[in-house]
């Protein structure tokens, strides 16, 4: 099928960039970006309300161990599963090191059931987007954002566990900085759906399109998963595929 482009977040990166427009200036977000087609809020918009906080109780899959047949991303040895080794490999998890880039996987993935385990920096440094930041992007296109939202006010759509620009989380469940934390997320059909340390936040959510990109309506195309390097330290450990429904 044709891809439609029916409007275009390559204005978001110049958005960053405005302060006239900036909405209020105790909120973080814009005023001034697209609207996000089938809502009524624009990209990142700083009025938008944010996730209401909630503290969740032990995550049963922190530490769990990759189930039969399961595609072992990460075992806390190397990454020899990944396109570069330039990120710290230490202690059982990989840490995003100054410069190294994203990471993203030798293979190519489409719809699947994917664990990882993740740790903002414990000494908070910044605020909003300038903390703990990172993502998880299937198929090398659609981003579940990584970020330490505890205590931590940013744009809603930006918040972690949300799909980046597009849907906020239904709540933040996020645990304080240093502390591991669980995403068990599933893609199928360009419908995902992210639990946060055991708490459904994205349920079966159509993603509009490729983050930052336009929105298209072709069928999804296989893609290698990525784990954004190019801002803050974030840690990761215990990378598994549980479920490739296709590649």
């Not at 001034?32 to 503290?55: E, L, M, S, Y």
């Not at 080794?85 to 190519?108: C, D, F, N, P, R």
């Not at 954002?145 to 809603?156: E, F, H, I």
Request: hydrophobic share 35%; net charge positive; aromatic share 8%.
């Amino acid at each position: 099928m044709k891809k439609t482009a029916l409007f275009s977040l390559t204005m978001l990166a110049a958005s960053f960039a405005f302060d006239a427009n900036a909405a209020d200036k105790k909120l973080p977000g814009y005023t001034d970006t697209p609207i996000i087609p089938g809502q009524k809020w624009r990209v990142h918009d700083a009025n938008r309300p944010r996730p209401k906080v909630v503290k969740a109780g032990p995550s049963k899959t922190l530490g769990a161990k990759p189930p039969k047949g399961a595609v072992v991303l990460f075992n806390g040895e190397d990454t020899s599963q990944w396109s570069h080794q330039k990120w710290k490999v230490e202690k059982g998890y990989m840490e995003v090191t100054k410069g190294s880039g994203q990471l993203s996987t030798k293979k190519i993935f489409g719809s699947i059931k994917l664990h990882i385990e993740f740790a903002t920096p414990i000494k908070v440094v910044g605020n909003s987007q300038g903390r703990g930041n990172s993502g998880v992007f299937f198929c090398g296109q659609y981003e579940v954002q990584v970020l330490d939202s505890y205590q931590n006010m940013s744009y809603a759509d930006g918040q972690c566990a949300a799909l980046y620009g597009q849907h906020p989380p239904l709540v933040n469940v996020c645990r304080p900085p240093g502390e591991w934390q669980t995403y068990d997320l599933t893609l199928v059909d360009r419908h995902v759906t992210v639990v946060l340390n055991g708490v459904k936040v994205i349920d079966n959510q159509p993603v509009e399109g490729p983050t930052g990109g336009a929105v298209h309506t072709d069928p999804m195309t296989p893609g290698p998963l990525h784990l954004q390097g190019d801002h803050t330290s974030v840690k990761y450990k215990n990378i598994y595929l549980a479920r490739v429904v296709r590649n």
